[in-house]
């Protein structure tokens, strides 16, 4: 049984299909059995210029390999293919399909069941298990395999040929096929679903949580859309309703370990971070080969300051996946880590190897850039920050022209007379800090100090003024404009007060000490002032600024989990700067003495002439404990963590300098701003 075949492929030869050398020349013969002409065309495709993508092509060149009875040779194809797509079910598939032809069936099993766990949509698969594990007197798996093979064959054709698309990263077919389907069929349950799952992949969140709420609602009892909604929940920082949903779920299923380790996720956004640890290393103790387990349980315990464990912990996930980039990269990311002779000769071969994993070789060129900086040897450590970046910015493209757009909105809807005309509305709770800037530019030391306070919380990294941007912006309107800031103009006094109050509210799952006052540390607020200001009109502001050069190479240099994009090429970053630069001069000058601009420099320098003047302007009293602030145990989730336990240092200031010889391109975009 062969699996249903993507949208607009031929199973039959078809005339025209063998008229140009294409996949689909290649599919067509395959499917009417000529294999060796098949792999003729395959071997021409791949020799010409423009092939195509790869992995289709090595698949293909397997299946005809196989067909000629040349399993050995087929089975080398595919260990090629593996290095390239590790996780392509239809190679895992045909894997399972070359060792049935050896007559190996221990292997045959072991493929088959690495395709359907990576896809439970595999009917082929599926029904080759149940055989397999018949023959071996396997009832239990046996007649596991047939009810999975019953229950796909009760879902809608579309829906199954969709999985196995979403499972292989042919995301667009997939969501092309279901929308497609949708429009005849109406609201089938499994259908929204997978569109949501979609969504998911896609980063369109909005549509994903709206189809899963609505898939629930229908259907309460099926877990398997009620996780996928608290995913969506935990991706778009709604911790506690992210947590409820999972609460449900493990009342019904407490051992899930897929439950449960999501709930770990959500303990650890919601800043209760040994609870958080204690989940984690629960699974781990359970799964100690597990990877990603060993690195969610050192993130926790790097969080916590428990930097020796962290270490420990991220050579343990080294260890269980070796070549795992993203254990490497945590590792530079405390800062203070100086990694080994062994452990930067294997960072030098996986950033070197063309078989390791585009995610990993990202990471690994991070973490050897920070190894080769600690060596001092610069030129070389550029070339991997250049490397990782360049990686990371194919995956994740950014476009300035967005942001410097949004600055000019900014610029001219919140003028001083229109901020001086609704003066007296909004939310006058003085509870909120803002902290505002750039990554990189000492705000977590800034956070530190204030957290230190007996009577200042620090919090995290709030997204709650970006999700009302969001549903302020009204991103689905007819015009594909965003509303926001213009809809600011349109807010009523009782409107502004409202979104002071849900602001409040949704901080409120942030905090558990019961101080006075709190710190959001999202640097990326400072492009939403204006909406801050007419919320809420008695916050602090603090502008965490640091000297443009070093600043803008920090970012450079830093690899972040999400977002930030804007930090992986030096024009961009230099863009970047000079808009916030700009920006934050237009709110000195239409809300004079409403913002406080402290310098990373000044602090290093006058550390108490700092600490007073930022406590004097939050209106708080001196406290000793804020000069003593690395003394102080709490969680502190950013890449600073390791920084800011220890006292001040001036290392970091000018270690741009090294790197001056490269940095031409940042120093242009900067213009002024360069020697600042």
Known sequence: ??????????????????????????????????????????????????????????????VCERMLGRPDAALATLARLETIAPRYTRLHQERGRCHLERGDAARATGSFEEAVRISAALPASWQSLERLYRAAGRTADADNAAAHLRTLAKLPRAVVIGTALLADGETAAAEQLIRRYLLDAGDDIEAMRLLARIGLELDALDEAERLLHAVVGRAPGYAAARYDYAVVLLRRHRHREAGAEIARLLEADPGNRLYRTTAAAVALGLGRYEEAYARY??????????????????????????????????????????????????????????????????????????????????????ALGKALEDQRDYAGSFACYAQGNELRRREQPYDPTVIEAMAREQRAVCTAEFLASRSDGGCRDPAPIFIVGLPRSGSTLLEQILASHPLVEGTTELSAVPRLVQRLGDFGARDGRPRYPGVLARLSPAELRRCGEEYLEAASAYRSTGRPRFIDKNPNNFRHLGLIRLMLPEARIIDARRGAMACCFGNYKQLFATGQRFTYGLEDIGRYYRCYVELMQHWDAVLPGWVLRVRHEDVVADLEGSVRRLLAFCGLGFAPECLEFYRTARGVATPSAGQVRRPIYRDGVDQWQHYAAWLEPLRSALGPLADT
Do not use: W
């Open 281 to 366: 290393d629960s699974l781990r103790q359970e799964a100690p080969d597990d990877a990603e387990l060993q690195l969610c349980a050192a993130h926790a315990l790097r969080t916590l300051g428990r930097t020796a464990e962290a270490i420990a912990g991220y050579r343990a996930a080294i260890a269980a996946r070796p070549g795992y980039g993203e254990a490497y990269s945590s590792l530079a990311n405390l800062k203070t880590h100086r990694f080994e002779a062994h452990e930067i000769e294997a960072l030098r071969r996986l950033c070197a190897s063309p078989s390791t994993a585009p995610v990993d070789r990202c990471h690994a060129s991070f």
């Open 1 to 62: 049984m062969d699996e249903p075949r993507p949208p607009g492929a031929r199973d039959e030869a078809a005339p025209e299909a063998a008229a140009d050398g294409t996949l689909g020349q290649v599919r067509a013969l395959i499917a009417a059995r000529q294999p060796a002409a098949a792999l003729a065309v395959a071997v021409a495709l791949a020799a010409g210029e423009g092939a195509p993508e790869r992995r289709e092509l090595l698949l293909s060149v397997a």
